[in-house]
DNA sequence: TAACCTTCTTAATCAAGATTAAGTTTTTTG
DNA sequence: CAAAAAACTTAATCTTGATTAAGAAGGTTA
């Protein structure tokens, strides 16, 4: 079923029953979006938690001279919200749309916070969750305040190799960083493949 | 007592019975620091939590070339370690000292973990914690990809005003991302304030 | 208080990466 | 399939911020 990678996915740190597992199907919604589709923009509260079941989705910002920073990709099995506006439920900074054409499953807020109520196990998978997204964000600031953008570029290679083969050059730039044009002559300056 | 900052900090988001309450102070350690004392180096093994009660500490890098940037200020109230190695436990890449003088509450990680079994409502309290943490770290990040290090210095201001008039300039450098020398000279070209 | 260490400042030079402006190639879509 | 849109490239010029190298000022400690 839809919902299998997701199980899939808490069955890696926690157990639930049969039980516990249909009041948590029950609230999921199916839903499957265009690539360039909009499903977040800035100023909008978020009401819903979002998990990419195929295709890949992506969290960016606009700046004050309209381009593009890219705060997150997620494949299959990866979250993404903004996390600001989820938790404070005040108005976002963040846009988020597809990549490619995509599946996602969304949880309403308010279920999930029922979820918290009857499953607290639920808390659990959920800490564990945002521990290691926020591990991953320390390395990544760190990574922005003291590399020069061709060590980026490599740590973004190794990091994610799948995403760098169907991605536009443009969007690596927008998320390591750096202008298109630099990363153009960067990557022609180091031909590193033919 | 030493650990009422704690205590209050966790009341914030769940209550605990008095015998939790117990159970949890059993755990904890309270610790004096000195001015520039290395509690976490890169290559340890994150074995504890910290939590600051008074005072201040910073985590921060070291890259190749033998300077530090700095991910985070944690003053009284806040919980800092090195996230990657506490969780994965791996060998970490971050160093933790302390700013001023302080003290430090200590939680070892295996008693954290008996905790979570005994007092499941603590991961309440440390999902909602690491998801707020996980929010401020994607402004940043955001920040850093798109401002200026003009406007970056705004807004370090705006966000940490206490912070500011007892930090060393250097220090307010190496979290914003510019050298000692830039910040001084962009300091003295606005000079804001006399 | 002297010596030392750390921080701050100034200024000249330098480099990484931005901007602007084409032109070219690839992809999307009617 | 043709047209339009998006992505990529190249090159010249410009800007932000780094580097280097002093010296001055402020704090700390013997």
């Not at 740190?13 to 589709?37: D, F, G, N, R």
Request: glycine share 4%.
């Amino acid at each position: 079923m839809y919902y299998d990678l997701l199980l899939k996915s808490i069955a890696k740190h926690i157990s639930l029953t049969e039980e516990e597992e249909q009041m948590l199907i029950a609230v999921l919604a199916l839903k499957k979006v265009k690539k360039k589709q909009l499903l977040f923009q800035e100023g909008d509260i978020a009401k819903q938690a979002i998990f990419v079941i195929s295709g890949c989705l992506r969290s960016y910002s606009i700046d004050k001279n309209g381009f593009e920073h890219i705060l997150q990709f997620a494949p299959p099995g990866w979250w993404i919200s903004d996390m600001q506006s989820m938790v404070k439920q005040e108005p976002g900074i963040l846009y988020i749309d597809a990549v490619d054409d995509s599946e996602v499953i969304l949880i309403q807020k308010t279920d999930l916070d029922k979820l918290y109520r009857d499953i607290p196990k639920l808390e659990r998978f959920f800490r564990i969750l945002a521990e290691n997204s926020l591990a991953t964000y320390q390395h990544r600031l760190i990574d922005n305040l003291s590399l020069s953008a061709a060590e980026r570029y490599g740590n973004f290679c190794k990091r994610y190799p799948s995403l760098i083969e169907n991605l536009p050059q443009k969007q690596v730039a927008a998320y390591i960083g750096v202008t298109p044009e630099f990363l153009s002559k960067m990557l022609n300056k180091i031909p590193a493949k033919k």
